[in-house]
């Protein structure tokens, strides 16, 4: 089922994204080398607690086991924080989630670990770039395949094996609500996005291939040939006053407004 979220229920989920976007900032500055992944995910716990929310993630389909998805250079998604601790050159895919007042957001970024080569980095810019392609696409009477078809456009330009068998979806009182949001897509085809509306865009490319593989943790997902992998994620609204993004920091920011592109 796709719901339609009021103004009320909207506003509960900016706080959420809030408290999403503030974990992800402080995230940002912890994540040096030498710093361990389980200590990123005491961070994140604390600021989704500082913020009077939960965590989506802990304990979803009852056995995630942290607050925080931390994914490493090859892992794409889902990597479980463990006692790895980060070397100059790594690359950190970070995805947090909070529920404030029964309502989620949502959101990713992936962070170079001191310096980083130039293909690491270009990986991951572009991988942020479409994401905000993406985003550009959401809009009252636009549809969902014009969305898949804008980040893929951007991952097929560079080289880039765009995943496909984790997508994004929708989000409100729970975290993975219809639709999926896949980032493939044919303009003009799919969903007709309505006011009221919430989704999760997650592009995620992979420098080599697109396959995936997933690790005996039943939850690592890596790339099948070790190459790297980004992830970037927000949570965006078709609200009455036009579609925002949650996820980027203390207010609601309206699309459009690239130079709130958070975290570079
Ligand atoms: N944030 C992820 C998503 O975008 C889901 C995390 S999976 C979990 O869909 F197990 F950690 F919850
Ligand atoms: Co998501």
């Known amino acids: 089922m796709i719901t339609i979220k009021s103004r009320r229920e909207f506003a509960k989920m900016a706080r959420a994204g809030a408290a999403v976007a503030a974990v992800l900032a402080a ?21 989704i607690a500082e913020r009077g929310c939960t965590a989506s993630f802990l304990g979803y389909q009852g056995t995630y086991p942290a607050t925080l998805c931390l994914s490493p250079n090859d892992v794409i998604v889902h990597g479980i924080p ?11 895919s970070v995805d947090a989630g909070a529920i404030f007042e029964g309502f989620h957001g949502d959101a990713a970024f992936t962070v ?16 942020e770039d479409a994401l905000w392609a993406g985003l550009r696409e959401v809009r009252k009477g636009g549809r969902l395949g014009d969305i898949g078809a804008a980040v893929h456009a951007i991952g097929e330009a560079h ?37 009221g509306m919430a989704l999760c865009i997650e592009p995620m490319f992979n420098a080599g291939r697109r396959s995936t593989k997933v690790d005996g943790d039943g939850w690592t997902v890596r790339t099948d040939d070790g190459s790297l992998s980004a992830h970037w994620e927000h949570t965006v609204a078709i609200t009455p006053d036009g579609p925002q993004v949650f996820t980027i920091g203390d207010q609601p920011v309206a699309v459009g407004f690239e130079e709130a592109r958070a975290h570079r």
Request: hydrophobic share 30%; net charge negative.
């Open 82 to 92: 463990s006692e790895y601790k980060l070397r100059e050159g790594d690359i950190l």
């Open 159 to 195: 080289g880039y094996g765009v995943v496909e068998e984790y997508v994004g979806h929708g989000i409100g009182r729970e975290m993975h609500e219809e639709p999926q949001v896949p980032n493939y897509g044919t303009p003009g085809k799919g969903l007709k996005l309505k006011t």
């Open 112 to 127: 170079g670990i001191g310096q980083v080569t130039s293909d690491a980095r270009r990986l991951m810019d572009t991988t």
């Open 27 to 47: 995230v940002r500055e912890t994540a040096l080398p030498g710093v361990s992944l389980v200590t990123l995910d005491e961070i994140g716990a604390k600021v």
